[in-house]
């Protein structure tokens, strides 16, 4: 097994991100992105107050957040 799959299903699992859809989405950035990076993503994502709510939404936005960041 590829070690993004383990990172992204593991970051699926703690953000409680249970379809299919939505954990394609962190199977995608978790290839492209470095581990400490998606680890970074899933702590912002984690830090909203609303994110058990809406996970995928919480990912997302940490993922624009951490990458706009970083063009600074």
Known sequence: MMPFVII???VCDELHIIDKQGQGIVMKFAKIYPPEKIGLIKDRAKSYYWWESNPKVAFMKAVG???KEEKK
Request: net charge neutral.
């Open 8 to 10: 992204a299903l593991r």
């Open 65 to 67: 957040e951490i990458n």
